[in-house]
């Protein structure tokens, strides 16, 4: 019913920016009545939410280790979620992966989230 594709990863120094997209599609899908989500897992490590914003309103909230640096939007008549990463830091390296929240507001948990995107690698060079 729902399918969830980012773009927008690559290669890029420490201290640059990279913009994430996510795009997604489902005849049945409400988009703007959802809460979404941007997680990242590197190798070896936990997956870690790093961004959500709500439904309706669209409020966010952002983990410690990114705030300042990162934001995520949406626009809701593209069906589509953003995620803007400023002063990019290698341990910002890790595969990221959008999601769409079972509700409109979500806290940040696994749990939350039922359909997730395919991942896209970001990777930060010193």
């Known amino acids: 019913q729902v399918q969830l594709v980012e773009s927008g990863g690559g290669l890029v120094q420490a201290g640059g920016s990279l913009r994430l997209s996510c795009i997604a599609s489902?005849?049945?899908?409400?988009?703007?009545?959802?809460?979404m989500g941007w997680f990242r897992q590197a190798p070896g490590k936990e997956r870690e939410l790093v961004a959500n914003i709500n439904g309706v309103i669209g409020s966010t909230s952002y983990a410690d280790s990114v705030k300042g640096r990162f934001t995520i939007t949406r626009d809701n008549a593209k069906n589509t979620v953003y995620l803007q990463m400023n002063s990019l830091k290698p341990e910002d390296t890790a595969v990221y992966y959008c999601?769409?929240?079972?509700?409109?507001?979500?806290?940040?948990?696994?749990?939350?989230?039922?359909?997730w995107g395919q991942g896209t690698q970001v990777t930060v060079s010193s």
């Open positions: 999601a769409k929240g079972r509700t409109t507001v979500v806290a940040m948990r696994d749990y939350d989230y039922d359909y």
């Open positions: 489902g005849r049945a899908f409400t988009f703007n009545s959802y809460a």
